[in-house]
């Protein structure tokens, strides 16, 4: 059974431009979240997407937003890049039986320069 | 607000001994919780969860306890092995419909060969 697939790997930016993340969840998944790692903060939730609707949201500004289609894949939009966005971005999927346990991908490492 | 804490940023250990991975929180709505292992540049990988109605759950050389009074919970790996040198994340799961895991700031673990 393949993983949770992020592209790309690595992105390089330049502050005032947009960016698009991408994440394949495990197959019959349909629970995907989105997480940005820094070394300061830890990781923090952006956001939720279940059967292609947001459920939940972190307190990140409007600047980030995301979607996920029929078929389960889910896209993270920042638009005007700010210094600060550069990080880890992370995209977990679930099932959401049981004891709900997330899987990763490997993430994005998102430069903005 | 930080809800979930991991106090000690880092850890070092000798192979063979006890590694003893602490975390706090302050959330009483977390029904389950997990740690999650994590290798540089890799994402999170799901070590061991807990239910909240437990006080102990077993994997192999992983341990979890929790205290619900102290809203304390702790990872034990016995015997430690240098493979295990890791950032260890703790998050806390509320449950019930929707995945939104909150994590603590991780503590890197060290296992001296």
């Known amino acids: 059974k393949a993983g949770v697939t992020q592209t790309p790997r690595y992105l390089i930016k330049t502050r005032g431009q947009q960016v698009t993340l991408s994440c394949s969840p495990i197959?019959?998944?349909?629970?995907v979240s989105w997480y940005q790692q820094t070394p300061g903060q830890g990781l923090q939730f952006l956001f939720e997407?279940?059967?292609?609707?947001?459920?939940n949201k972190g307190n990140f500004p409007g600047r980030f937003s995301g979607r996920q289609f029929s078929n389960s894949r889910s896209e993270m939009n920042v638009s005007t890049l700010e210094l600060g966005d550069s990080a880890l971005y992370l995209c977990?999927?679930?099932?959401?039986?049981?004891?709900?346990?997330?899987?990763f991908g490997q993430g994005t490492r998102l430069t903005v320069v | 607000d930080q809800q979930v804490k991991q106090n000690s940023p880092s850890l070092s250990v000798q192979e063979g001994r006890i590694s003893i991975l602490n975390c706090d929180y302050t959330n009483s709505m977390f029904d389950y919780f997990l740690w999650y292992k994590k290798y540089p540049a890799e994402g999170p990988t799901f070590l061991i969860s807990?239910?909240?109605?437990?006080d102990k759950n077993e994997d192999g050389r992983f341990t979890v306890f929790l205290n619900k009074s102290a809203k304390h919970l702790s990872l034990h790996i016995v015997p430690s092995q240098p493979g295990d040198s890791a950032v260890y994340f703790c998050a806390g799961l509320i449950s019930g419909g929707y995945q939104k895991v909150t994590f603590g700031t991780g503590t890197k673990l060290q296992v001296i060969p």
């Open positions: 807990i239910s909240s109605i437990k």
């Open positions: 997407y279940f059967s292609e609707t947001q459920r």
């Open positions: 977990a999927s679930s099932s959401l039986g049981g004891e709900a346990e997330a899987f």
């Open positions: 197959s019959g998944h349909r629970s």
